[in-house]
């Protein structure tokens, strides 16, 4: 099992999409195991978009990201990194595929709603950077059994 980290960017929690954004997750079938409202504060945009530093849009990216509440989410499934980005669709919200939550949702090229991880070690640094120890739930979801087939020993 894959654990990814979702931001709900500002324009998100403002626009009142969270809830919506987080049932697609669930519809999906992928389990969140950890979901909190915050506040970024500069250093954490910084260190969370430091690959980006030298970027022309750095500035105005860390100015929208600490701007204004958002949820951040830890959320669980097999190939969950994959399947998030997938769901998230391209990144700027123009270029976006119908059908995805930055194509569904928005025509931005810079407010995109959400980031989510896109590898398992930029999930693993993410995760540590949003999520103090206990705050990321190991709980048993009760339909979990209908979500994977597990007749084999694992979800497949
Ligand atoms: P991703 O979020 O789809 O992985 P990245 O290329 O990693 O996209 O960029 C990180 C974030 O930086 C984007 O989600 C978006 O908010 C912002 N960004 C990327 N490219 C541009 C741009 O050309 N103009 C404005 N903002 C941008
Ligand atoms: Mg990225």
């Known amino acids: 099992m894959e654990t990814t980290l979702i931001i709900l960017k500002p324009d998100a929690v403002q626009r009142g999409l969270s809830g919506r954004i987080i049932s697609r997750f669930e519809d999906k079938g992928l389990q969140v ?10 250093q954490l945009a910084a260190t969370h978009y430091e690959a980006h530093k030298a970027k022309p849009f750095y500035a105005g990216l860390v100015k929208f990201m600490t701007s204004s509440p958002v949820v951040v989410l830890a959320v669980r499934g097999n190939g969950a990194i994959g399947i998030a980005r997938n769901m998230m669709g391209a990144t700027f919200g123009s270029k976006a595929n119908p ?37 990321v739930l190991n709980w048993n979801r009760a339909q979990e059994g209908w979500v994977y087939d597990m007749s084999g020993g694992k979800p497949e």
């Open 99 to 135: 059908g995805t939550i930055r194509g569904d949702f928005g025509v931005s090229n810079s407010f995109n709603l959400i980031h989510g991880s896109d590898s398992p070690e930029a999930a693993e640094r993410e995760l540590k950077l949003f999520f103090q120890a206990g705050e």
């Open 33 to 42: 195991v950890g979901m909190k409202l915050m506040q970024i504060s500069q």
